[in-house]
């Protein structure tokens, strides 16, 4: 039997997150002041965005690097926080991480699926948030599977953390597909059908990798009565530095969340 009983709604992490879903937005990762704060506040005008999130330590692929700006961000994230009063979400991937981020008022943590891959690194994370009492989002592990998922929510469950969700946002594929990431949607139904109070949200910028099938990857989240969204925005998209081909304006975002029929179905 699993601890993951006493995971609560999200509406009652915050007060902000009344809707449903709750869309989480912003930029893939923060490349300046003005691009995190003029997003942030296109962001705000979108009713259903309630959570900002940022890319702050990127992990990047190839050697690409933006460097260690954190605590640069992290206040201007506190700016975007006040300005807006959207809530901020962060990816943390280290002890560090989780440190400074605590230590600068950021709402809610998110653990990136690299890090939900190895074992070890999700010890490290489940000591550092011993106590703490922050939100935690974890995404699925590249591969497809379940069981490293549910080890990685239940070990930071075990530190004490109750206000969880998971993430789904696909899982690596080894052939080429129209998609970046193939959706397996099978694997977010079984998790949501063994542990029925943990909210799941959807990462349809990462399985798209395409803004063009954002919408009907959104469709399909909501018709498995998924509890929110997660989509990257920058509010100069087609200047973005990463993940360019799957950023939306918030304009865009709104259209695409405006299109979006929300049915009461359960999984
Ligand atoms: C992201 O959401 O920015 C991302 C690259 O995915 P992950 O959180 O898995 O690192």
Not at 37 to 50: C, F, G, I, S, Y
Not at 73 to 99: C, D, F, R, Y
Not at 245 to 257: F, G, N, R
Request: with cysteine; glycine share 6%; charged share 20%.
């Amino acid at each position: 039997m699993s601890g993951l009983e006493n995971c609560k709604p999200m509406n009652t992490w915050f007060k902000k997150l009344d809707t449903r879903p709750i869309v989480i937005s912003g930029p893939s990762v923060v490349e300046s002041e003005e691009q995190l704060l003029n997003t942030a506040r296109e962001l705000k005008k979108v009713d259903q965005v309630k959570i900002f999130r940022a890319g702050v330590w990127k992990p990047q692929t190839a050697t690409k690097t933006f460097g260690d700006r954190g605590l640069d961000i992290l206040q201007w994230l506190n700016q975007v926080k006040q300005e807006t009063g959207l809530l901020t979400m962060v990816e943390v991937a280290s002890p560090k991480h989780v440190e400074m981020c605590l230590r600068h008022n950021v709402d809610i943590l998110w653990i990136g699926a690299r890090t939900t891959s190895n074992p070890f690194s999700i010890q490290e994370l489940a000591s550092a948030l011993q106590g703490m009492n922050v939100p935690v989002m974890i995404k699925n592990p590249l591969n497809p599977d379940i069981n490293l998922w549910i080890g990685a929510l239940e070990q930071i469950n075990k530190a004490g953390i109750s206000r969880m969700a998971a993430i789904h946002c696909g899982f690596y594929p080894f052939e080429q597909t129209s998609l970046r990431n193939i959706p397996k949607w099978e694997i977010p139904i079984e998790l949501k059908s063994r542990f029925h109070n943990l909210p799941m949200i959807c990462d349809p910028s990462h399985i798209a990798g395409d803004k063009q099938h954002i919408q009907q990857i959104s469709q399909k989240a909501l018709d498995l009565n998924m509890d929110g969204l997660m989509i990257e925005s920058h509010f100069k998209p087609e200047e973005a530095l990463s993940e360019l081909e799957e950023t939306l304006s918030p304009a865009e975002l709104d259209e695409v969340l405006r299109g979006l029929v929300c049915r009461l179905n359960s999984i």
